[in-house]
């Protein structure tokens, strides 16, 4: 089989409309999976028991079960429910609901590598139990976890097509459709394969690239940088 | 003069260890006292227990006449809620040994932050307040820099002006010394000492620098597991110790120091 390139070129538009989709999925799922992962991680460390077994009943079961089930949960068992939801919103529920649970161990390791005595010293400043995670505790467990919060953007990307499960017409869907239109899959799987490559790899530059802009050593830079 | 902390048969265990047995003592308004003792015998406990790090077990405890691990509601005496607490915290400020400044905020921040959150100060009013306050630290220069960049002389005397911030009748000072390199133990102290020469905070202390303990006291409390055993004027404890654990405990010290001096 030889590529036919003025077929690639072709189909081009059609994909790169159905990548908006992939990227689109992507951005909003991995917005929530890092907000609700933050809640969940946070809710975990409640002192009232049932409030953080809850939480952590809710991860583990996310854990513990395929995403394709998951998502088939909200998409045709829900509505049984009175809650019915476009295909996309529930894709993006889905994936972020998913990768919250990974997300939230995550943060969990992060806030726990904090040393109990800023804790102790925020407490001791009468900032309340909120403001020490927002002011004190977060802006200190993220930029260490950056690389592993980064690396579940990589896996949700990789994971969008099984939204073609629930009609989610994103990047690979569309590249079967056109495959099972004009019995040519070499061209459009191809260049599917190409895109997730190559925003694999963007996003690992761009990852690197925040992970060096929170870091402590770039601040302190920095803060020599003004002075000097 | 009249008492501002008082406790009242403090209790503390941490499993079956008694760390604190019914202890009765209390600190006058405005008074320095200096608590000493080996090492064990329960004196970060009773700092922490009073900053609200750490809830005893039982008994009572004053501060400026309101209970601090209790509260009244409807004629009952019922346990403190983070709210009672948060009122009473307001009085206290406690510098620890391990400095634990905030590393991810320059000197400034770590100054103003509490001052803009806590007490809902304008950044400007915060900003003057931790500047004058670096400067009586002698440190106003390092304002823009982080706490990583600093000597450990250097990050104790921050966080007592982020104490100081929060403008506490109380202070409460573990150890603030202990974890500095010898060379930089005279610039903590010298602050500690124009502190108590210039203002009117009542001062908590744990020592183990004894010349400065001496200095700086108006009365010294000797703890021995988990009990104050010899209390009394530095003059008199240095001296004329009664307790036969305290006359032990000073020559250790002693023997230690000239140790160390190479006496
Ligand atoms: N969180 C804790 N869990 C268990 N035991 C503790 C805890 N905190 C303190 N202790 C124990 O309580 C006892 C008293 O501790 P505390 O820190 O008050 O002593 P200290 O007089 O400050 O001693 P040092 O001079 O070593 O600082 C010690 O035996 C200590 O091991
Ligand atoms: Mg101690």
Redesign the interface.
Known sequence: MIVKWDFAWNILPVLLKAAITTLEATALGYAMALSLGLVLAIVRRSRVRAISWTAGGIIEFVRSTPFLIQLYFLYFILPNYGLTLPAFVTGILGLGIHYSAYTSEVYRAGIEGI?Q??W??????????L?IYR??II??AIPPIVPALGNYLVGMIKDTPILSAIAVVEIMQRAKIIGSETFRYLEPITMVGIFFLLVSLVFSAFIRKVERGVS?DR??EK??E??G | MEHIIRFSKVTKRFGDLVVLEELDFEVMAKERLVLIGSSGSGKSTILRILMTLEKPDSGFIEVEGESLWHMEKKGRIVPATEKHLRKMRKKIGMVFQHFHLFPHMTVLRNVTEAQIYVLGMSKEEARERALALLDMVGLSEKADQYPAQLSGGQKQRVAIARALAQRPQILLFDEVTSALDPELVGEVLKVLKDLAQEHEHTMLIVTHEMGFAREIADRICFLDKGRIIEKGPPSRIFTEPEMERTREFLRNYIEVSNAINGV
């Open positions: 040393p005595g800023q102790e010293a925020a407490r001791s400043l009468n900032f309340t139990k403001q002011r004190i802006p200190q402590m601040r302190i803060a020599m003004i002075k």
